[in-house]
């Protein structure tokens, strides 16, 4: 979804019968030019890192659900309303039609951003060898 033409403002969900992501697709849907720029240990770091993600993803949350794996407004519009133009026609969407939504995220200024949404933390974890924490959130609807 984006805001408007102009695109201040876009969120990526994935639909109930698409929220698992995986190395494979990443790769697939064009990572697949970093083996041949980047270390192997990059790849498999990847590969921990969705493994880690997808155990907490299912522990979380089992419902048929969509999957909140991206919203980002550009620097210039931020604080302006575009970021409730692109949650809240999807949001009240998921509430007329009984969606539950999950989504990730290791900034804590983000954590309290989708708690005005409604969002709530189900997990609380670090990413594995390293000193980042990774919050899971779970909304239901309204």
């Known amino acids: 979804m984006t805001t408007s033409e102009k695109v201040e403002?876009?969120?990526?969900w994935m639909p109930p019968n698409r929220v698992e992501t995986s190395?494979?697709?990443?790769l697939n849907a064009g990572g697949i030019t970093l083996k041949k720029t980047v270390h192997n240990q990059i790849i498999k770091l990847?590969?921990?890192y969705g493994n880690f993600s997808s155990s907490i993803h299912h522990?979380?949350?089992?419902?048929?659900h969509w999957y909140l794996l991206s919203v980002a407004v550009g620097k210039e519009y931020q604080g302006k309303?575009?970021?409730n133009k692109l949650m809240n026609p999807v949001l009240n969407y998921f509430d007329n039609n009984n969606y539950p939504c999950y989504l990730e995220t290791h900034n804590p200024k983000n954590v309290l951003f989708y708690e005005k949404y409604g969002f709530k933390i189900a997990e609380i974890a670090q990413l594995p060898d390293s000193n980042k924490t990774h919050w899971a959130m779970?909304?239901?609807p309204e």
């Open 9 to 12: 403002g876009v969120s990526i």
């Open 81 to 83: 309303g575009f970021a």
């Open 59 to 64: 522990n979380c949350i089992e419902e048929p």
């Open 138 to 140: 779970v909304r239901y």
């Open 23 to 26: 190395t494979w697709m990443f």
């Open 46 to 48: 990847f590969q921990k």
